[in-house]
Nanobody, 115 residues
Framework: QVQLVESGGGLVQPGGSLRLSCKASGIRISVFVMGWYRQAPGKQRELVARFGTDGETNYAHSVKGRFTMSRDNAQNIEYLQMNSLMPDDTAVYYC?????????WGKGTLVTVSS
């Protein structure tokens, strides 16, 4: 059974940082295209960052330079380091693993940026 479990969300002040984790079980993240998505209240889910099997990471324009994806293949965990957080970053953040027709999602972790 495949599971993606996000953690690390919470309440943070503008300008602060958080690191999200996505622990995968049932798959090896190294052979999947791993991505982070977010969905703000009243908005559609959007791509935040995606790490492909070619080693390239693509970031949404709104987070480029502030967010960084990384991974620990041994622990099978994907990370999203978020710095210089802004109120517009408030959303539920979801982890995604994609390979062909295999498309898995976590349940999300809430990030709230507010003073």
């Amino acid at each position: 059974q495949v599971q993606l479990v996000e953690s690390g969300g919470g309440l943070v002040q503008p300008g602060g940082s958080l690191r999200l984790s996505c622990k995968a079980s049932g798959i090896r993240i190294s052979v999947f295209v791993m991505g982070w998505y977010r969905q703000a209240p009243g908005k559609q889910r959007e791509l935040v960052a995606r790490f492909g099997t070619d080693g390239e990471t693509n970031y949404a324009h709104s987070v480029k330079g502030r967010f960084t994806m990384s991974r620990d293949n041994a622990q099978n965990i994907e990370y999203l380091q978020m710095n210089s957080l802004m109120p517009d970053d408030t959303a539920v953040y979801y982890c995604n693993a994609l390979r062909g027709l295999e498309d898995y999602w976590g349940k999300g972790t809430l990030v709230t940026v507010s003073s």
